[in-house]
């Protein structure tokens, strides 16, 4: 089965290609009536030119015949020309005309007497006369008092010496072409209702309707196929986001669409790409939701046994240490639930949180020096070397920031030895802001670099207090970052005989 496609298939925008098949049967309608308007004017043209020759003939012929012979030669100039010749004195009477020996050689029609397809195709003539702006034409009229003065253009060529040629419209709007020569001091008039003229503009109209309905025909299977291409991926993407809302299956395949690049093809893939980052949410929540039971169930189980101690147990001092246990068991619980919450809503607020220029010198300088009274530092030594002022600007949520630096700072402190210095800078490097925290520790294996930011992991110094410590502190400074496009890692300390390196990179803000 071949399955190739045009080549511009879902290369094109769909606007383009809505407005090419739109714009298809009316550039071809506008084709089609200049072409016949300038085919009538044409054939319009030519026949004037033919009656003209023929009123300078008959001029021509008139003048060198002698006058008692010119009525029979008017009658054979009427019978080989078909039109009707009258010829005008000198003081603008009616000297001769050819139908007073050989007949009316064409007849005006009445239109009240034809059939009703005729009222059509003069119906047609007005509206397309209209659609081309077309100058309205006379009516042609036999004069009751027929003299010279009555036809404008017998008027005009005796003034001028020269032929005249007018066209007018008889009653059934076929046109009346007349044309006037001079003879001395008299004037030729010919005048022919050619019927012919009309059948060849009908024809030709004709002829144009039926391309347009080929071309209206083409423009509706354009249009289906266009539809097709639309309507066909539309319906594919919506059964695959229908079976994402219902979550039956595990993972819902998303057609992308790689051979498209038009709007439906960038549809295909953000819908793809929405689903599989909501797949990855979802199981991110469903990981989490299990890590979180798992943590409670310790700090849970330990609290239990404490308490039904409590009631077995009647030595003072094993009372003492059960209660001791108990209140280390809440306060662990209450920290825990504390940091999951604060876990749970980091990506959310992320979302939601519109960033500003924060200059993180002093924001920094105020978190060391709410460090130097906190209990948990201890004797740790904490040295921040401050930028300089604005050097160090970047967009973000400042309160998220602090938490971030902060979870950090607080595990490099829990890492240091007795008396250790905790070291923090902050640089401008190219187009991102830099913030180095460096600690005395044991540094971290290059194994469990990339594991210490996971949910729950806690692997902690065995002099540290039972619970301060959630293993989520890294975890949530990671998802900061990152929410603010930067990046953070750990490496071991070039400049000391141990420690670790924590490494934050976020882009640089302008700076007006």
């Known amino acids: 089965m071949n399955n190739r496609r045009p080549i511009w298939f879902g290369q094109l925008p769909l606007t383009r290609r809505i407005l090419a098949v739109n714009l298809l049967t009316i550039v071809l309608l506008a084709l089609g009536v200049l072409y016949l308007d300038a085919f009538r004017n044409q054939l319009s043209e030519e026949r004037l030119n033919l009656i003209s020759r023929e009123a300078g003939m008959v001029a021509g012929v008139l003048a060198a015949t002698p006058e008692q012979a010119q009525d029979s030669v008017l009658t054979s100039l009427a ?9 005008y004195g000198p003081d603008g009477s009616l000297q001769a005309d050819s139908w007073n020996v050989t007949g009316p050689t064409y007849t ?19 509206g397309f006369n209209a659609l081309v702006g077309a100058s309205p034409l ?52 010919l005048t022919t209702n050619d019927r012919d003229f009309t059948r060849i503009v009908r024809s030709q109209r004709r002829s144009l ?12 299977l354009l249009s289906l196929f266009l539809a097709r291409t639309i309507v066909r991926p539309l319906r594919r993407l919506a059964l695959a986001a229908h079976r994402v809302r219902l979550g039956r299956a595990r993972e819902v395949k998303v057609p992308r669409l790689p051979s498209r690049i038009d709007e439906i093809g960038l549809l295909a893939r953000a819908v793809s790409d929405m689903s599989q980052s909501l797949r990855h949410r979802m199981d991110n929540i469903e990981h989490f939701a299990a890590d979180v039971t798992h943590e409670l169930k310790n700090p849970l189980a330990s609290l239990r046994s404490a308490l039904d101690g409590l009631e077995r147990v009647d030595d003072p001092e094993l009372k ?8 280390d068991d809440v306060v662990r619980l209450d920290r825990l639930i504390g940091d999951i919450s604060e876990a749970a809503r980091t990506d959310a607020e992320l979302a939601r949180a519109r960033f500003e220029p924060v200059d993180l010198g002093p924001v920094i300088e105020q978190l060391v020096n709410s460090w130097e009274h906190r209990r948990e530092k201890g004797d740790a030594r904490i040295a921040f070397a ?33 008396g250790g210095l905790v070291e923090i800078a902050a640089t401008h490097v190219g187009d991102e802001i830099r913030i180095r925290i460096d600690d005395e520790g044991p540094g971290v294996p290059e194994d469990a670099r990339e594991a210490i930011f996971n949910r729950f992991h806690s692997v902690r110094p065995e002099e540290e207090h039972f619970g301060r410590h959630t293993g989520l502190g890294l975890a949530i400074a990671r998802a900061i970052v990152e929410g603010h496009d930067g990046e953070i890692d750990v490496q071991d300390r070039d400049d000391a005989p141990s420690g670790a390196r924590f490494t934050i990179r976020l882009p640089a803000a302008e700076v007006e």
Do not use: C, Y
């Not at 050097?391 to 829990?414: E, M, Q």
């Open 79 to 87: 019978r080989s020309t078909g039109s009707r010749i009258r010829v």
């Open 386 to 418: 401050r930028p300089r002022k604005s050097s160090a600007v970047v967009l973000g949520d400042v309160n998220r920031l602090v938490r971030a630096i902060d979870n950090i700072i607080d595990n490099a402190i829990s890492f240091s030895p007795p």
């Open 138 to 189: 006379d009516d042609f009229i036999e004069p009751t008092n027929d003299r010279v003065e009555v036809w404008s253009e017998a008027v005009h060529a005796r003034e001028t010496k020269q032929a005249v040629t007018k066209v007018r419209n008889a009653p059934d709007l076929t046109p009346v072409f007349s044309a006037a020569a001079p003879v001395g001091d008299r004037t030729v008039l």
């Open 320 to 327: 003492a240490k059960l209660l001791m246990v108990a209140k």
């Open 108 to 126: 005006l029609r009445d239109p009240t007497l034809q059939k009703w397809n005729k009222d059509a195709a003069r119906a047609l003539d007005r």
């Open 209 to 220: 309707f039926a391309a347009m309905a080929f071309a209206t025909l083409l423009s509706v």
